[in-house]
Nanobody, 122 residues
């Protein structure tokens, strides 16, 4: 069992930066791939980024590539999402999730956090 708690969301102007954190409970955190997803009002939850258990592999949605960076610290049971050059279209609730696989598919993820709101003003 893995419990996930996101933090770091907030209101930022376009062009600004935020860093999201996701703290995980459980001794098996380091064995899971971790992902970030987001859901804007009226839209489906979509993939943002994922990282393998060893940090050896990372993948990004095209819409965030070059602006967002996913990382993890297994000693702290935490995964991060550094978001730079934010745009109004990045406004959404951001969720972290844990999976046995490195995947961009929601159904691959077994555990989800409650989400943190990111709002980017123009």
């Amino acid at each position: 069992q893995v419990q996930l708690v996101e933090s770091g969301g907030g209101l930022v102007q376009a062009g600004g930066s935020l860093r999201l954190s996701c703290a995980a409970s459980g001794r098996t955190f380091s064995t899971y791939a971790m992902g970030w997803f987001r859901q804007a009002p009226g839209k489906e939850r979509e993939f943002v980024a994922t990282i393998s258990w060893s940090s050896g592999s990372t993948y990004y949605a095209e819409s965030v590539k070059g602006r967002f960076t996913i990382s993890r610290d297994n000693a702290k049971n935490t995964v991060y999402l550094q978001m730079n050059s934010l745009k109004p279209e990045d406004t959404a609730v951001y969720y972290c999730a844990a999976s046995r696989l490195v995947s961009d598919r929601k159904r691959s993820y077994d555990y989800w956090g409650q989400g943190t709101q990111v709002t980017v003003s123009s």
